[in-house]
T-cell receptor, first 115, second 115 residues
Framework: AQSVTQPDIHITVSEGASLELRCNYS??????LFWYVQSPGQGLQLLLK??????LVQGIKGFEAEFKRSQSSFNLRKPSVHWSDAAEYFC?????????????FGAGTRLFVKA | DAGVIQSPRHEVTEMGQEVTLRCKPI?????LFWYRQTMMRGLELLIY????????DSGMPEDRFSAKMPNASFSTLKIQPSEPRDSAVYFC?????????????FGQGTRLTVV
């Protein structure tokens, strides 16, 4: 069965420092991969997605993610974190099942940004 | 399009009462998902529909939960009877089954409190 693992429940970084959030998935084929961000009291907003092609994808707000098939990973990165990036980040996988696509989410990583 | 619309935004109800959550997906989207988010369990997929047909309801916690999608523009999630442990934020999301376009668009969520 497909699954998504985000090993870090929370991460704290200093403003201006670089960021990497980890995501590993389990699926027999190449899935569709996503990163979403959720600010307090809000729904989830798509940051970026990978379907095929270039394994380094660029997203909104200066985020990027790299798909590594050999490691079954899709880690999210940002070179310089801003205080407004403090939020919860979810990695998600959409896989093709009988009846169509199914999207499942990791447990999320909460990002804290310190001044 | 106004995006995925959920109502109500907040619901407070007494234990034992019936609760109905509503969702209007984005027009033209083939898929509709219901998720539940809690601190303890994160974001859980409860059920999803493809072209108004329920495809996978394995995430529905108990028979007290039911979901319907009578047409392409409306879905309900019903809890009867409600219990305090059902307190959570319930998200509805929709997506379009186009090539490379399976990202989910989320509503703002319904915060349910059962007292």
């Amino acid at each position: 069965a497909q699954s998504v693992t985000q090993p870090d429940i929370h991460i704290t970084v200093s403003e201006g420092a670089s960021l990497e959030l980890r995501c590993n998935y389990s699926y027999g084929a190449t899935p569709y991969l996503f990163w979403y961000v959720q600010s307090p009291g809000q729904g989830l907003q798509l940051l970026l997605k990978y379907f095929s092609g270039d394994t380094l994808v660029q997203g909104i707000k200066g985020f990027e993610a790299e798909f590594k098939r050999s490691q079954s990973s899709f880690n999210l990165r940002k070179p310089s974190v801003h205080w407004s990036d403090a939020a919860e980040y979810f990695c998600a996988v959409a896989t093709l099942n009988t009846g169509g696509f199914k999207t499942i989410f990791g447990a999320g990583t909460r990002l804290f940004v310190k001044a | 399009d106004a995006g995925v619309i959920q109502s109500p935004r907040h619901e407070v109800t007494e234990m034992g009462q019936e609760v109905t959550l509503r969702c209007k997906p984005i027009s033209g989207h083939d898929y509709l998902f219901w998720y539940r988010q809690t601190m303890m369990r994160g974001l859980e997929l409860l059920i999803y529909f493809n072209n108004n047909v329920p495809i996978d309801d394995s995430g529905m916690p108990e028979d007290r939960f039911s979901a319907k999608m009578p047409n392409a523009s409306f879905s309900t999630l019903k809890i009867q009877p409600s219990e305090p442990r059902d307190s959570a934020v319930y998200f509805c999301a929709s997506s379009f089954d186009g090539q490379g376009n399976t990202e989910a668009f989320f509503g703002q969520g319904t915060r349910l409190t059962v007292v």
